[in-house]
């Protein structure tokens, strides 16, 4: 006879998702671009040269209009905990919902700012809820759709 086991615990506090994942199952566009720096899972990125992308560092490479998205998740990388390397196939999502990389607590209210000037303890694509001293931009075509915090990831929708 196989021994079942059985839950006897559940966390007070379970992370939902984790940056780069989908939040649900609705329809959503992704595109692959090759890694042109090391990206976290997450943050936004910029499409740069032909078929390439990198974090932002300039506040066109977050406005521009269909000329980003966010970094998903692959778990399936060896770098799965931290993000991709350099040469890796990024999955950038640019239509859809789902996790983001936050600095801060933000709420749905909120329009959705990505970092492209880095200053102590900040990550370039992270975002928030302000240009905090003109290092980050609003993200064209974007809300968030679940508040969230630097602990509990924020759900962006792309449109």
Request: aromatic letters at 6%; charged letters at 20%; one cysteine or more.
């Given at each position: 006879?196989?021994l079942t086991?059985?839950?006897?615990?559940?966390?007070?506090?379970?992370?939902?998702?984790?940056?780069?994942?989908?939040?649900?199952?609705?329809?959503?566009?992704?595109?692959?671009?090759?890694?042109?720096?090391?990206?976290?899972?997450?943050?936004w990125?910029?499409?740069?040269?032909?078929?390439?992308?990198?974090?932002?560092?300039?506040t066109?490479?977050?406005?521009?209009i269909?000329?980003?998205?966010v970094?998903?998740?692959?778990?399936n990388?060896a770098?799965?905990?931290?993000?991709?390397?350099?040469?890796?196939?990024?999955?950038v999502?640019?239509?859809?919902?789902?996790?983001?990389?936050a600095?801060?607590?933000?709420?749905?209210t909120?329009?959705?700012?990505?970092?492209?000037a880095?200053?102590?303890?900040?990550?370039?694509?992270?975002?928030?809820?302000?240009?905090?001293?003109a290092?980050?931009v609003?993200?064209?075509?974007?809300?968030?759709?679940?508040?969230?915090?630097?602990?509990?990831p924020?759900?962006?929708?792309l449109?």
């Open positions: 006879m196989a086991q059985v839950q006897t615990a559940v966390a007070a506090n379970a992370v939902i998702g984790l940056p780069g994942d989908a939040y649900d199952g609705a329809v959503h566009d992704m595109v692959t671009k090759i890694a042109a720096e090391v990206i976290p899972f997450g943050v990125v910029a499409f740069t040269a032909e078929g390439t992308c990198e974090l932002p560092d300039a066109g490479e977050v406005t521009a269909h000329g980003g998205g970094a998903m998740r692959d778990p990388l770098t799965a905990t931290a993000g991709y390397a350099v040469g890796d196939p990024v999955r999502m640019t239509r859809g919902r789902i996790f983001v990389l600095e801060e607590a933000v709420v749905i909120d329009t959705p700012f990505a970092r492209f880095t200053g102590t303890g900040t990550q370039l694509g992270a975002f928030r809820n302000d240009a905090d001293t290092t980050a609003a993200a064209p075509e974007t809300r968030f759709f679940k508040g969230g915090s630097a602990t509990q924020p759900v962006l929708e449109t």
